[in-house]
């Protein structure tokens, strides 16, 4: 997308629908020692569709993290100011308008988000024309194969976390016959690359593999044919609504699969929807609120005061995203987007309240993951693993 369509009068009319649904924030935290001019920063979130609870959390953890900076004398004086825009999630369009908004009519200098992959795809090209940096939480290996200098990951790799989840099944658990059902999206179908790579590197191969959409309901077929073929285990890699509907429904056909995949196993919304059917379902990610880390459990009665309940993963990334861009802007030599892109890239050992980030060459800035595994409807950690 270029600048002469992103100015054009009908780039400009939907601009202009789609800022009835934008939401900027009051400015938070505001104190005498934060008394220059507010420096812009954006959110895009899903505020609509079946993922506006990832947004919610995702809001409220960047918009407390906001309200600390703000109430410690802001960024050299200078308070944070939050605009907010809907990226319906894994929607590349609406990523992209949501992302065309805040750096053309918002005037922000950084984003936090787009989360998911087809949306920060989307959206690389334009951080990259117009030097604004962006923290996603998208753990597709294609969202820092790019080369975009602009793009900085608050999540691992799912090229590393599938490749220690697999070990992991395969070595400690002790897994064969594996079969893979994984989300025809950028996110899913680079979770089924790194999965059968890691599988491969151990001689494995999986009996069958098999895909689905975003807005799938009925796995019934798919889940019978991997019965008849033999399978015993089960790699799932997909968003919040399918894991949580196709773990539901192994347990509703009576099935028994070993079960394993991506950090929605965690996610009070993806428990919620499988009920009990979790239980025994192991997953790699970032965060569990029963951590029993100081730093999280501080981080629990912060985030408890502030919403009356516990935070997740989604809440807590964008927290540390918005705190990660704080830090860099106070060592920045100057406030504008080249100057925190240079600064980000000597981010290291920043200890957040998810994990420690230290930026890497491509963008990636986390390089520890939990293996959690459910019990009685909640995620428990059973090992710490690094690449």
Known sequence: MNTQNAASPRRRAVLKALAGTALAA???????????????????????????????????????????????????GRPLQLFVEDDQGPNPTAAANAATKLISEDKVLAIVGPHFTPGILA????????????????????VTAQGNPYVFRVRLNDNVGARLLVRYAVEKLHWTDIGIDYVNTAFGQGGLGALKAALAEMHIQPKMVQTHLDSTKDFTPQLLAFKSAGVKNLFIWTDDQPMGLINKQIKTLGLSFG?????????????????????????????????????????????HAAYGADPELYGSVYYDATKILGDAMQRATAIDGAAIQEALTKTRSFRGVVTTYTWSPGGDMVHSALITRDENKKPVIIEKVTD
Not at 123 to 138: I, M, W
Not at 281 to 301: H, L, M, Q, T
């Open 26 to 76: 009051p400015m938070l935290g505001r104190t005498a020692g934060a008394t220059g001019a507010p420096i812009r920063i954006g959110l895009s979130a899903p505020l609509t569709t079946a993922f506006a609870e990832d947004g919610k959390w995702m809001r409220q953890g960047a918009e407390l993290a906001i309200k600390e900076i703000n109430a410690a004398g802001g960024i050299k």
């Open 259 to 303: 079960i394993a995949g991506n950090a929605g196993l965690t996610l009070p919304n993806v428990i919620a929807l499988a009920g009990d059917a979790v239980n025994g379902a192991y997953s790699i990610g970032e965060f569990i609120a029963d951590n029993p880390d100081p730093v999280v459990r501080e981080w629990v009665k912060r985030y």
């Open 123 to 142: 959206v690389e090209p334009l951080l990259k024309q117009y030097h604004v940096p962006a923290f996603s939480g998208a753990t597709g290996p294609v």
